[in-house]
């Protein structure tokens, strides 16, 4: 019995990475009127220097600059050496400037980025432990799992964790920019002043701790930073 509860902890540690995405609307607003659509904007100044391109990105102008919407399951990577993240923080300056070619109403524009994040839920699973254990050694500078042995009402469990899905997050990327446009000849660049980012929305209620009863709570993925 206790091999068996021991293989069914393992076996969902395995498929931890199969729970899909809850879907939303990002931001709820996304099927309102008044949202136009870039079909494809390049990162790279030709095909032979292609570093990105993404497709289908929605956006919609309000008084001080523009929302953005941005799927990017549709983004293309070119380069192998970058890394998706460092792609993404290049692309959302490449937007920026393909939506600005036309003119810059104003020399500060802001936008605001919609992106869908994950919540994440740590699940928990208790071995009971028969008889004494400790560890006996571990690599310098271990950064696995907590070994600990968490122990209630006289008995000893290994706690077994694994991160899932919990619920989807619309996270918001604010960009204040300032143009630098020259009359007759068009943009001359962007200069990214400050980006802010914070929830758009909270994630839902977390999982309840199996042995204790302790809330485990479904965290945000969306860091605020500013």
Same mark, same amino acid.
């Given at each position: 019995?206790?091999?068996?509860? %021991? ?8 498929? %931890? ?5 809850? %879907? ?19 990162? @790279?100044?030709? =095909? ?6 993404? =497709? ?11 929302? +953005? &919407? ?64 400790? &560890? ?18 006289? $008995? ?8 899932? +899905? ?9 960009? =204040? +920019? ?10 001359? @660049? ?29 965290? $945000? ?6």
């Amino acid at each position: 019995m206790k091999k068996l509860i %021991a293989v069914v902890c393992l076996f969902f540690i395995l498929v %931890a990475g199969a729970y899909p995405a809850i %879907a939303q609307d990002c931001p709820p607003s996304s099927g309102d009127p008044g949202w136009e659509v870039i079909e494809t904007v390049t990162l @790279g100044e030709n =095909s032979l220097e292609k570093i990105g391109e993404i =497709s289908d990105v929605k956006i919609r102008e309000f008084s001080d600059g523009f929302e +953005v &919407i941005v799927d990017w399951s549709k983004l293309n990577k070119y380069k192998a050496y970058l890394t998706d993240n460092e792609l993404r923080q290049m692309m959302y300056k490449a937007i920026i400037v393909d939506i600005l070619s036309t003119g810059c109403t104003f020399p500060s524009q802001e936008f605001i980025f919609y992106e869908e994040t994950p919540c994440i839920v740590k699940k928990r699973c208790y071995l009971k432990l028969y008889y004494d254990t400790y &560890i006996e050694c571990q690599d310098d500078c271990w950064t696995g799992p907590d070994m600990t042995v968490y122990e209630k009402d006289g $008995s000893k469990y290994y706690k077994v964790e694994y991160e899932e +899905v919990c619920d989807v997050q619309c996270c918001l990327y604010q960009y =204040s +920019v300032m143009c630098n446009y020259i009359e007759g000849i068009g943009l001359a @660049g962007v200069d990214i002043l400050n980006i802010i980012k914070y929830p758009f929305d909270e994630c839902e209620d977390g999982d309840t701790d199996c042995l204790n009863d302790d809330l485990i709570p479904c965290n $945000s993925n969306c860091e605020i930073i500013n």
